[in-house]
């Protein structure tokens, strides 16, 4: 008796915790994917089960197909570049260079920064008239390369996506730099004792011991990517034409904006298994090597 009493008290003190997951992450979820399965306006109460007609649209949306694209776009400029550098950067940082402290907080300021914040920087950078970026060109001379950044249709997705990532390099130098000290020294020193060089040690010490730090950036990264709205918005708001539509944009304009609140949440399912499937695939990987 006294074990099952232990087991009811040990139950009652996770019910506050169980009962606030289930409120505001379970039932939401279920609402969401319920919802998905209705033409609503997200006003009136009148909603009309089309079942899987939602889902069919979304295969024929032009839109949003070409906003999956972009987001892929993005995520694999934000994995290969915005990633390098801040994994050199971490590296760097973890050697012990001057003002090293210094350094970590000055890259991890846009991250805490907020994104119509960021947004907004970036268009002034960006302006075609007073922007920093055209005066520097105008100042080097290099007058033949000013651009209407975010409205030329050649330029606007690669200007979102270096704003994106200024700000986003930030989280990833902080999480490489914890896994970087999290490398017992010994290693090196048993290696420097060896004759390893640097370089030895980065790809035979370091590298492998970042694997799974690298692979946890590598899908916060893709996550983030494939979910950017609030820098999207101030910059272009998914113009010019549709060159700088991203998922989440496209699923908040179906939602407030065409008033289809249906489709909208059939979207959102559908963004949320591709980044669960994505997510899995990685950490598969991860697993096999």
């Known amino acids: 008796m006294r074990k099952i009493g232990d087991q009811i008290g040990s139950f009652l003190f996770v019910l506050p915790a169980l009962a606030f997951f289930v409120t505001f992450s379970i039932y939401p979820l279920f609402k969401t994917f319920q919802l998905s399965f209705f033409q609503w306006d997200g006003m009136t109460k009148n909603m009309t089960f089309v079942g899987f007609q939602n889902y069919i649209n979304a295969f024929r949306d032009f839109i949003w197909l070409k906003s999956l694209k972009n987001g892929v776009y993005l995520a694999i400029l934000a994995l290969i570049i915005m990633n390098s550098i801040a994994f050199i950067l971490a590296v760097l940082v973890n050697l012990r260079i001057r003002c090293s402290k210094f350094y970590r907080v000055v890259f991890y300021i846009p991250p805490i920064l907020s994104g119509i914040v960021v947004g907004f920087i970036w268009k002034w950078i960006y302006d075609p008239n007073y922007g920093i970026l055209n005066g520097i060109l105008d100042i080097l001379h290099l007058s033949q390369f000013k651009r209407a950044w975010l409205s030329d249709i050649h330029t606007a997705l690669i200007s979102v996506s270096i704003a994106s990532m200024w700000q986003g390099v930030g989280g990833s130098f902080i999480l490489f730099l914890a896994g970087l000290q999290g490398i017992p020294e010994e290693l090196y020193e048993a290696s420097i004792v060896d004759g390893a060089s640097f370089w030895q040690q980065f790809f035979y010490i370091t590298i492998p011991l970042m694997s799974r730090t690298?692979?946890?950036?590598?899908?916060?990264?893709?996550?983030?990517?494939?979910?950017?709205?609030?820098?999207?918005?101030?910059?272009?708001?998914?113009?010019?034409?549709?060159?700088?539509?991203?998922?989440a944009l496209r699923i908040y304009k179906e939602a407030f904006s065409n008033y289809r609140f249906g489709y909208a949440t059939a979207l959102s399912v559908l963004l949320g298994i591709m980044l669960f499937i994505i997510s899995i695939i990685q950490i598969k990987l991860r697993r096999t090597d």
């Open 214 to 247: 690298l692979m946890i950036v590598s899908i916060l990264t893709i996550l983030g990517a494939m979910q950017l709205l609030t820098i999207v918005i101030p910059l272009t708001n998914g113009g010019p034409g549709f060159e700088t539509e991203v998922p």
